[in-house]
C-alpha cells in the first residue's frame, strides 16, 4: 500500500468550505455555526474534513472537503467511501 502524507486544509480553504456548506454537518444536518447553537461542550473542533482522508491520497482541496461535526468527524475515520452524506454542499441529499 502506498503511503501517502497528511495534508491540511488551509484556513480559507476551510472557510471557503464553510460558507460553500452552508456551515451544515454532512452526516447529521446541524448547524455548526458557534453562534446557532454554542460551543461544543467537549470543546472539540467543529470544521472541515476530506472526504477521501490525505493518508490514503486525497488532496486538500475544495471538491474533498466537507463541513463535519467532531463527533461524526472522528466516528468515520478513514471509511470514506462507504458513507452516507446526508448533506451535501449545504443541501439536503437523496439518503436525507
Not at 47 to 62: A, F, M, Q, T, Y
Request: charged share 30%; net charge positive.
Amino acid at each position: 500500500m502506498t503511503e501517502y502524507k497528511r495534508t491540511d486544509f488551509t484556513n480559507r480553504q476551510k472557510s471557503l468550505i464553510y460558507e460553500r456548506d452552508r456551515a451544515i454537518c454532512a452526516f447529521s444536518g446541524k448547524s455548526l455555526w458557534i453562534l446557532d447553537y454554542g460551543i461544543n461542550p467537549l470543546w472539540e473542533m467543529d470544521w472541515v474534513d476530506h472526504i477521501k482522508p490525505s493518508k490514503r491520497g486525497g488532496e486538500s482541496s475544495l471538491e474533498n472537503g466537507i463541513c463535519a461535526g467532531a463527533f461524526f468527524n472522528s466516528k468515520k475515520r478513514d471509511n470514506s467511501w462507504d458513507n452516507v452524506y446526508f448533506f451535501k454542499d449545504g443541501k439536503p441529499t437523496s439518503h436525507y
